[in-house]
């Protein structure tokens, strides 16, 4: 697990909590364009209070690994959820799947709302 929080930390600004490697709000706000971003809630949580990012992909937890067949393990993915505890085993999930460039939005859309930081309630 070493070398690849060592890869990881080459493509984002990679913290490490409690083993799952995670970036900041303002990461992802920053880097966008240049990653899959990932957002493991139900659907209709996407449409609640906390709303979504735009551009994101949804799918939900229980979907990710099947999902994750189609992607490229050199995939740069950040994962996202409510809080960051679903997005967090949902990263360490595909990182012991063999995804090397792979983090938790620390926080989660709770942190990203309480920056003020743009989101969508319908879908």
């Given at each position: 697990?070493?070398?690849s929080n060592t890869k990881e930390a080459q493509w984002?600004?990679?913290?490490?909590r409690a083993g799952i490697p995670e970036v900041e709000t303002d990461w992802?706000?920053?880097?966008?364009?240049?990653?899959r971003v990932?957002?493991?809630r139900e659907r209709d949580e996407l449409e609640g209070s906390l709303g979504h990012i735009?551009?994101?992909?949804?799918?939900?937890?229980?979907?990710?690994?099947?999902?994750?067949?189609?992607?490229?393990?050199?995939d740069k993915?950040?994962?996202l959820c409510r809080s960051g505890g679903r997005s967090g085993r949902a990263a360490r999930s595909l990182e012991t799947n063999g995804f090397t460039r792979v983090a938790s939005m620390?926080?989660?859309?709770?942190?990203?709302?309480?920056?003020?930081r743009p989101v969508v309630r319908n879908l």
């Open positions: 697990m070493a070398q984002a600004d990679i913290t490490n992802v706000a920053d880097h966008f364009d240049e990653v990932i957002d493991v735009a551009g994101i992909e949804h799918v939900p937890l229980g979907d990710v690994w099947e999902a994750s067949k189609k992607w490229n393990l050199g993915i950040v994962v620390a926080g989660g859309m709770l942190k990203w709302n309480d920056e003020g």
